[in-house]
């Protein structure tokens, strides 16, 4: 939490709890005979109140109440010290000034307020030299195997600025991946060229697992197919709990993810040298964009039948329903599933997805815990085409997506982009001010400010920018003012503040209790 303003330190000490306590403590002041009973007084009143605060506002804990006993002891007798100096004050003001009677207690009233406005001011200042946080510069380097977090503020953005995304937006990779356990995944596909035809082909996996991508001559019998197609949709009733794309070659494509600006991340070693894989939570509605780069596009939508039972632990197979829409003509496939059995063996297998479509109806298997829809669309050969024809767009509200296998050279040429924040845990390099710092693959650091990250040449993520809250481990790496002065300095700058504020307090503490004789204001005010 980045340390208050002055503005906003006021207001935090002029809460209506804490101006019940003052009110409390006032009343019992004025009603005392001499100096030292105001202080007792004052003293016993601010130390119940504020003990009766923190039980109203945190609840009651033994632990955390002893030791919260003892700190409102000094603090109510530091307020009780106050109260005595500031009425002394008051009562030479009065004397010296002569102040009529009528505008005594207006008086006192300014007198009063200025010396709180004061007090609060100066101990502003003294916790803004001990304690405020001084921005730091990072520059640091994010490599795989690594594990953290990310967001972005965009109120705090300027013209121009976008947040950093994690992918690149064009990219050449073996695979995009969507995972939701939960389900709620579904996607559609359309085509942006108008010159180009498709042709679709579907086919109903059951059993198989997202590493099984089974070639069968005989599933181009069963296969659903429909000519010149120019958008279609896949869906499960609840959505799919798992998508993924590939395409017929390896060719560069684009992607746009759209999702909650705070998420966490990884970063992973790809399948051969040169190659990265990245992964991104998705924690609110995204929608993802994918153009497809090659004249073939098959991608996987699936769903688990799996399904938790009354809120237990007991798991049973649950019915699904499934949906495709292709060029406004709606399907819709009821699927049943087959009992368990003890000793049987689930297999990845192709369904007869023609016959599946014609009677809207299918059975699975024996032991089919899963559907699988793949979807396979392919442009005809012209010459009239554009760089992109088609895109396929994914939409999910959880989860996470990952790209595997992006080339070095895909996240070099990524666009920077602004972050307020990051943390990270793995395999990365830091400088703080200038300095390298010291990081274990444990080591976990977190930054709070305005960063510039973007992909350099070796297929790393450089986080370079003014971090205002730096922590490693949770102990912070941010040195305070009073950290980052000398001795001399801090001396030539504690000393005076500390005589003239001690000396504030002191002097008309003492001449009060010398004297303990009753302020001759107090009954003029009060009536006594």
Same mark, same amino acid.
């Given at each position: ?112 307020c200025a010396l709180g406005l004061a007090s609060n001011a100066i101990i502003f200042y003294a916790a803004d030299f001990f304690y405020r946080p001084l921005p730091v510069q990072i520059d640091a380097y994010l490599d795989a195997p690594l594990n953290g977090g990310l967001a972005t503020n965009k109120s705090k953005f300027e013209a121009g600025e976008k947040p950093f995304a994690l992918f690149p937006y064009s990219f050449d990779a073996s695979r995009l991946s969507w995972y939701n356990p939960d389900g709620g ?73 759209? %999702? ?6 990884g970063l992973e070693a790809g399948a051969k040298p040169g190659l990265k894989n990245v992964w991104q939570f998705i924690g609110d509605r995204s929608r993802l964009s994918f153009g497809a780069g090659s004249r073939a596009l098959s991608f996987y939508a699936g769903r688990s039948f799996l399904e938790p039972h009354d809120q237990s632990d007991v798991i049973e197979l649950g019915q699904r329903k499934l949906h495709v829409e292709i060029d406004g003509a709606p399907y819709q496939i009821n699927i049943a599933t ?103 693959? %444990? ?22 920018? %003014? ?62």
């Amino acid at each position: 939490m980045p340390f208050l303003s002055l503005g906003q330190w006021l207001i935090e000490a002029y809460q209506p709890s804490l101006l019940i306590i003052a009110f409390a403590v006032s009343v019992s002041s004025l009603t005392a005979q001499t100096p030292k009973q105001m202080l007792g007084r004052a003293t016993a009143i601010g130390f119940i109140a504020l003990t009766i605060n923190d039980v109203i506002q945190s609840g009651f804990d033994f632990s955390a109440f002893a030791e919260s006993t003892f700190a409102n002891f000094v603090g109510a007798l530091f307020l009780a010290c106050a109260v005595v100096s500031w009425t002394q004050i008051a009562e030479w003001t009065i004397h010296h000034l002569q102040v009529e009677k009528p505008y005594i207690l207006a008086a006192i009233c300014v007198q009063v307020c200025a010396l709180g406005l004061a007090s609060n001011a100066i101990i502003f200042y003294a916790a803004d030299f001990f304690y405020r946080p001084l921005p730091v510069q990072i520059d640091a380097y994010l490599d795989a195997p690594l594990n953290g977090g990310l967001a972005t503020n965009k109120s705090k953005f300027e013209a121009g600025e976008k947040p950093f995304a994690l992918f690149p937006y064009s990219f050449d990779a073996s695979r995009l991946s969507w995972y939701n356990p939960d389900g709620g995944l579904s996607a559609s596909w359309h085509a942006t060229n108008e010159n180009a035809k498709f042709d679709l082909k579907i086919d109903i996996l059951s059993g198989c697992a997202e590493s099984e991508w089974i070639p069968d001559p005989e599933a181009e019998k069963s296969s659903f197919r429909v000519d010149d197609v120019r958008r279609m949709s896949i869906s499960f009733d609840g959505g799919a709990s798992d998508i993924w794309v590939l395409e017929g070659d390896r060719s560069p494509s684009t992607l746009s993810l759209t %999702t909650d600006l705070v998420s966490s991340f990884g970063l992973e070693a790809g399948a051969k040298p040169g190659l990265k894989n990245v992964w991104q939570f998705i924690g609110d509605r995204s929608r993802l964009s994918f153009g497809a780069g090659s004249r073939a596009l098959s991608f996987y939508a699936g769903r688990s039948f799996l399904e938790p039972h009354d809120q237990s632990d007991v798991i049973e197979l649950g019915q699904r329903k499934l949906h495709v829409e292709i060029d406004g003509a709606p399907y819709q496939i009821n699927i049943a599933t087959p009992p368990v059995k003890v000793g049987d063996r689930v297999t990845c297998m192709f369904i007869a997805s023609r016959s599946a479509f014609q009677t809207g109806a299918l059975t699975l298997p024996k032991s089919a815990l899963n559907i699988g829809v793949r979807v396979t669309i392919t442009m005809r050969p012209t010459e009239l085409v554009s760089r992109q024809d088609s895109e396929l767009n994914l939409a999910g509200d959880s989860g996470w997506v990952k790209v595997d296998d992006i080339n070095y050279r895909d996240i070099q040429d990524m666009p920077d982009g602004v972050a307020s924040f990051i943390e990270a845990e793995g395999n990365f390099s830091i400088d703080v001010d200038g300095k390298p710092q010291d990081v274990r693959p %444990t080591d976990r650091y977190r930054a709070v400010g305005w960063f510039r990250a973007g992909g350099t040449d070796n297929g790393k993520f450089r986080v370079l920018g %003014t971090a205002k809250s730096l922590t490693k481990n949770e102990r912070r790496l941010n040195p305070t003012k009073f950290e980052s002065t000398k001795l001399v300095e801090q001396l030539t700058v504690l000393a005076p503040f500390w005589l003239m504020f001690l000396g504030s307090l002191l002097l008309p503490l003492q001449t009060a209790f010398r004297n303990d004789k009753a302020f001759e204001w107090v009954p003029r005010i009060v009536g006594r």
